[in-house]
């Protein structure tokens, strides 16, 4: 079974800083997807970003980048310039095909950001 | 405008009821998902449904039973509430084109007592 693992329970940052969050996952196959997801107090999930694992590109959108290392099962979140609204439960996730259109998500336990002003 | 919606968001109940929540995606998605979130945040697939066909079925207790109307609407029937099944439920959805992103509603809190 795939597991994915956030070494960082909590992590603060200056506000217009840059922080790095980590995240590893174990899996033996050789085609899947990477999503950060980011939850604010609202509770709502919100897509960060995402890697396909057979591109050697690291995503980047905005803000957010990410570091992902194929080889040594690593896909880390980069936020540059950190401001307020990044405060939130960064969830790392491993995603696979189920078939028939359906994808299956295995989350990471989360990495609870403070933004310090 | 809202794409993936829930009702309701708070649900309080006692313990040995049953109870439903509802789900709307607007997105024109081909499948959607059920997921937990416990109290320490731990967010685990429940099912998911692709053009109201059962694709992922995780190891839930037979309580939980997910309905699928069409394939806009996928709704949680719980039986015979318990304690622990107090947690956030969040609805998601996907299009296969987009291979994976899944897009999440805002969750529903349910307060077994």
């Known amino acids: 079974a795939q597991t994915v693992t956030q070494s960082q329970p909590e992590m603060s940052v200056q506000e217009a800083e840059t922080v790095t969050l980590s995240c590893t996952y174990d899996?033996?196959?050789?085609?899947?997807?990477l999503f950060w997801y980011k939850q604010p107090p609202s509770r709502q999930m919100i897509l960060v970003i995402r890697?396909?694992?057979?591109?050697?590109q690291n995503a980047t959108e905005n803000r957010f980048s990410v570091n992902f290392q194929k080889a040594a099962k690593s896909f880390s979140l980069k936020i540059s310039d950190s401001q307020l609204g990044d405060a939130a439960m960064y969830f790392c996730?491993?995603?696979?095909?189920?078939?028939?259109?359906?994808?299956?998500?295995?989350f990471g336990k989360g990495t609870k950001l403070s933004v310090i002003p | 405008d809202t794409a993936v919606s829930q009702t309701p968001k708070y649900l309080v109940t006692q313990m040995g009821n049953d109870k439903s929540i509802k789900c709307e995606q607007n997105?024109?998605?081909?499948?959607m998902y059920w997921y937990k979130q416990d109290s320490k945040k731990f967010l685990k697939i429940m099912f998911s449904y692709n053009n109201k066909e059962l694709i992922i079925n995780e190891t839930v207790p037979n309580r939980f039973s997910p309905k699928s109307p069409d394939k806009a609407h996928l709704n949680l029937h719980i039986n015979s509430l318990e304690l622990g099944d107090s947690a956030v439920y969040f609805c998601?959805?996907?299009?296969?084109?987009?291979?994976?992103?899944?897009?999440f509603g805002p969750g529903t809190r349910l307060l077994v007592l």
């Open positions: 899996t033996s196959e050789s085609d899947y997807y």
């Open positions: 996730a491993y995603c696979t095909d189920s078939g028939a259109g359906s994808y299956q998500l295995t």
């Open positions: 998601a959805s996907n299009r296969g084109a987009f291979r994976g992103a899944q897009y």
């Open positions: 997105l024109g998605h081909d499948t």
């Open positions: 890697q396909e694992a057979y591109k050697q």
